[in-house]
Every structure is written in structure tokens, then in C-alpha cells.
Nanobody, 118 residues
Framework: QVQLVESGGGLVQPGGSLRLSCAAS????????MGWYRQAPGKQRELVAA???????NIDDSVKGRFTIFRDNAKNTVYLQMNSLQPEDTAVYYC????????????WGQGTQVTVSS
């Protein structure tokens, strides 16, 4: 059973930085696209950033220039480096990973809380 285990969330002051990690356990394949989503209270879950196995990126405009996504394919791990954090970045951050073609399976992590507050 594939599981995505996230870590790195927490409380940080405005302007601070955090790095989120998401590692896949019990996976016998390399994921296709891996990414990060977030959900703030009362809002829908939204894409933050995603990266394909080949390194192509999809980054939301609200975090461009502040957040960086990268992955280690050998470890089936994806990271989100978050700099210049602002209160509006406060949310639960979820990792998502897509199994490679021809599978249509998608996996989600349990979520990690990021709170930006002074």
C-alpha cells in the first residue's frame, strides 16, 4: 500500500521560510507528476506547484518567485521550498502523486499545517 508521508510544516513569522517534504513508502514505481496543494479554512483545495518526472514545472502565480518545487526521483520524494511566507499562505498543505501511465491511480498525503503569523 503506497503512502505519502509529509513533514516540515509549522508556525513561521511573515517573511520566514519552510521546506516541506513528501516521501512515498512502499512504492515500486517512480511517480509521474508529483505536487503540492493547499487548502485554507473555508476555501477549496488549490494547486500550489507540480513537477513531472522529467522536471517540467507548473507553479501557481501567487507563489512564483517565492516557492520552489523539486524532487528526487530515486527517493520518490518531492520538496517544496517556501520563502518570503505571508499570512495568506496559511493553509494545510497536501502532497499528491500520480502513478505512471497506464495507471490512473492518484495518491494523497495526510496534510501538514503551515501557519504564517507574527
Amino acid at each position: 500500500q503506497v503512502q505519502l508521508v509529509e513533514s516540515g510544516g509549522g508556525l513561521v513569522q511573515p517573511g520566514g521560510s519552510l521546506r516541506l517534504s513528501c516521501a512515498a513508502s512502499a512504492s515500486k514505481f517512480s511517480f509521474a507528476t508529483m505536487g503540492w496543494y493547499r487548502q485554507a479554512p473555508g476555501k477549496q483545495r488549490e494547486l500550489v506547484a507540480a513537477i513531472t518526472r522529467g522536471g517540467s514545472l507548473n507553479i501557481d502565480d501567487s507563489v512564483k518567485g517565492r516557492f520552489t518545487i523539486f524532487r528526487d526521483n530515486a527517493k520518490n520524494t518531492v520538496y517544496l521550498q517556501m520563502n518570503s511566507l505571508q499570512p495568506e499562505d496559511t493553509a494545510v498543505y497536501y502532497c499528491k502523486a500520480d502513478a505512471p501511465w497506464p495507471s490512473t491511480l492518484t495518491y494523497w498525503g495526510q496534510g501538514t499545517q503551515v501557519t504564517v503569523s507574527s
